[in-house]
């Protein structure tokens, strides 16, 4: 059974960091592609990041470029979102989503085959 729990979430002032961790079980990471999502009060979930645990693939979204970085530890079974420079608009529930590399790349919202954890709030305060 795929398990995802994530962890790390909290309050944090403009400018600061956090680190989120996603505990895996279940899967092997070379067979899945791993990533973090994130939905903020009153809008839609969007992705963040994401790696083929293949090929090591990783895609950021526009808007966490340069400030977000993604990691796994294999011998941890553990994904990572390394989160600098951060702004209010970080603002959100954070998850971390697994999906087969038989269908895609990535996690994709909406797909029937993806898991998803439970998700850990993080708050940017100005």
């Known amino acids: 059974e795929v398990q995802l729990v994530e962890s790390g979430g909290g309050l944090v002032q403009v400018g600061g960091s956090l680190r989120l961790s996603c505990a895996a079980s279940g899967f092997r990471f070379d067979d899945y592609g791993i990533g973090w999502f994130r939905q903020a009060p009153g809008k839609e979930r969007e992705g963040v990041s994401c790696?083929?645990?293949?090929?090591?693939?990783?895609n950021y979204a526009d808007s966490v470029k340069s400030r977000f970085t993604i990691a796994i530890d294999n011998a941890k079974n553990m994904v990572y979102l390394q989160m600098n420079s951060l702004k209010p608009e970080d603002t959100a529930v954070y998850y971390c989503?697994?999906?087969?590399?038989?269908?895609?790349?990535?996690?994709?919202?909406?797909?029937?085959?993806?898991?998803w954890g439970q998700g850990t709030l993080v708050t940017v305060s100005s």
């Open positions: 989503a697994a999906e087969s590399v038989f269908y895609r790349n990535c996690p994709r919202l909406g797909s029937e085959n993806a898991y």
């Open positions: 790696i083929n645990g293949r090929d090591g693939t990783i």
